[in-house]
């Protein structure tokens, strides 16, 4: 895939898998809600429309941590900052 793909969601459960202690790997099991990006730029996520529920899982360096702030005029729609 060419191009930025990006993904915005909440972290379920972290996983680690232990190789016998010669390495081990993290996962992250993740939710992934509906984002739309508003007139301003903003980035808009619907966290009661769940979707791209086939990709559960990411490795922590393609994680970004970030906090969302609840629209004032919606229940359901955060802004990703």
Known sequence: ???DVSYNGVIEEIIELDFWCQ???MLFRSDWFHVNVDEYGLTQVN???VCYK???FIIPSQA???FYV???M???IYYAM
Do not use: A
Request: charged content about 35%; overall charge negative; proline content about 0%.
């Open 54 to 56: 086939d990709l559960n």
């Open 64 to 66: 970004h941590h970030i």
């Open 1 to 3: 895939m060419v191009g």
């Open 47 to 49: 966290f009661r429309r």
């Open 70 to 72: 609840q629209d004032s």
């Open 74 to 76: 919606e229940d359901d």
């Open 23 to 25: 390495f081990s790997i």
